[in-house]
C-alpha cells in the first residue's frame, strides 16, 4: 500500500556536473566520466533504499539533460550546431540540437547505466525516457516540417530502446510529458498515440509523468500565470484513461491542481505528487500523508503511489535528500493512517 517512487531526475554531484543547473557541463570527460556517471548512479541508489523508497531510479545520473540524454544518441541530428529556441510554448530559451536527416538509433541508449542498477537494486526498477512529444518541443525541426511525423519517428525510437531496457530487467519504464500541458489538445489527438507507439509490446509496467516542469524560474513564473485552478490536466486525462499506458505520475502538493481531476484516471495507477521540487522547504511527514488522505478521496489505496511532483535534478543534494526521506515517512505514515 502505498508504495513510493520518485519522478526521475535527482541532483549531480558536485565531482561530476554543475550544480543546480538543468543543462550543467560534465566536470571530466572519458573513460574518467563515464566512471563517474556510474558512481553517481550507485550513491543515488544507495541513497533511495536507505530513504526506505520502494521503486528505485538511476536518478538520471549517465544524462545531462532528461530530453537530451536520448538525442544525443539519435542518428539524424545535428548536435554540434546546437540552435536558440523558445520551448514549452516559448516559457524559456534553450540550446537544442537540430533535427536534419532521417532519425536512427545509432544503438543502445540507456545500456550502461540500466544495467549498472538491475545489478545494484533487488527493488523495483524504473527508468525513465522522454516522451516523443517532448521530444518534438525540444529540438528544431529542418527535415521533418511535420510535428506529428516526426514525433511518430521519435516514437519508434523510444520503442526500440525502451524493449531493450525491459530485457535489461527494468521494471516500469516512464515516459516524460510535461509538453501534454502545455499544447493539451495536441496531447490528446496525437501525444497519448505516439507514447502507444513508444510503449508497444512492452510487458513491462509502463506510465508517463506530467508536470509543470522542472522548479526553475522560468516556470515558477509561468505557474503564476495559470490562475487558481490548472485544470490542464482535464483535458488529457480522458485519452490517457482510454490508452494502455498503466501509471500516470501528476502534480499535486502545492499545485493549484483540482484533486477531483484525478477520477479522470480510473483505472490508472496514479502517481500523486506529495513533494514539491519549487520549493527547498522539506515537506513533514503529516504534509505528505495529508496529501495522499486528499489524493484517496479520488484515487482508489491499491492503485495510489506516491512520488514527487517533478525531478529534482535542479535541487542542492542536501535538500533532495531530504526530501526522499519526507517521502518515505509520510508514506509509512499514511499507512499506520489509513491502512486498514
Ligand atoms: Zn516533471
Given amino acids: 500500500m502505498f508504495e513510493t517512487a520518485i519522478a526521475g531526475s535527482l541532483p549531480k554531484p558536485a565531482w561530476l556536473a554543475e550544480t543546480e543547473k538543468l543543462w550543467p557541463q560534465w566536470t571530466m570527460q572519458g573513460p574518467e566520466l563515464q566512471q563517474a556517471k556510474a558512481d553517481a548512479t550507485l550513491l543515488w541508489i544507495k541513497a533511495q533504499e536507505d530513504a526506505g523508497l520502494d521503486v528505485i531510479g538511476d536518478g538520471e545520473q549517465a544524462r545531462q539533460h532528461f530530453v537530451h540524454g536520448f538525442v544525443e544518441q539519435v542518428e539524424g541530428i545535428d548536435f554540434v ?46 527508468f525513465t525516457l522522454p516522451g516523443p512529444m517532448t521530444i518534438v518541443d525540444t529540438v528544431a525541426d529542418r527535415f521533418y516540417g511535420d510535428k506529428v511525423k516526426m514525433a511518430m519517428a521519435f516514437a519508434e525510437l523510444l520503442n526500440q530502446e525502451a524493449l531493450a531496457l525491459q530485457a535489461d530487467g527494468v521494471d516500469i519504464i516512464q515516459f516524460d510529458e510535461p ?19 513508444a510503449a508497444r509490446g512492452l510487458t513491462c509496467t509502463t506510465a508517463v509523468h506530467i508536470c509543470y516542469g522542472y522548479g526553475i ?3 515558477v513564473d509561468w505557474k503564476q500565470t495559470l490562475g487558481d485552478q490548472w485544470r490542464q490536466y482535464e483535458q488529457v486525462f480522458p485519452a490517457l484513461a482510454k490508452s494502455s499506458i498503466q501509471q500516470v ?12 481531476l484525478m477520477q479522470l484516471l480510473d483505472g490508472k495507477d496514479v502517481m500523486v505528487g506529495v513533494i514539491d521540487v519549487a520549493s527547498d522547504v522539506i515537506e513533514t511527514p503529516q504534509q505528505v500523508a495529508d496529501t495522499i488522505g486528499l489524493a484517496l478521496k479520488y484515487v482508489p489505496m491499491k492503485h495510489l503511489i506516491a512520488c514527487t511532483n517533478c525531478g529534482l535534478a535542479p535541487m542542492s543534494r542536501e535538500v533532495a535528500m531530504a526530501k526522499l526521506e519526507a517521502l518515505a515517512q509520510g508514506a509509512a505514515l499514511a499507512r499506520q493512517r489509513y491502512g486498514s
Fill in 81 to 126: 550546431n546546437k540552435v536558440t529556441m523558445g520551448i514549452r510554448n516559448n516559457r524559456y530559451d534553450a540550446q537544442v540540437p537540430q533535427v536534419v536527416a532521417p532519425l536512427r538509433l545509432k544503438g543502445r541508449v540507456h545500456a550502461f547505466e540500466a544495467q549498472l542498477a538491475r545489478k545494484h537494486t533487488k527493488k523495483k526498477l524504473k
Fill in 179 to 197: 509538453a501534454f500541458n502545455v499544447y493539451m489538445q495536441d496531447a490528446a489527438d496525437w501525444g497519448v498515440a505516439a507514447l502507444e507507439v
Fill in 217 to 219: 524560474k522560468a516556470n
Fill in 249 to 260: 505520475s501528476l502534480e499535486c502538493f502545492q499545485s493549484h491542481v483540482p484533486p477531483e
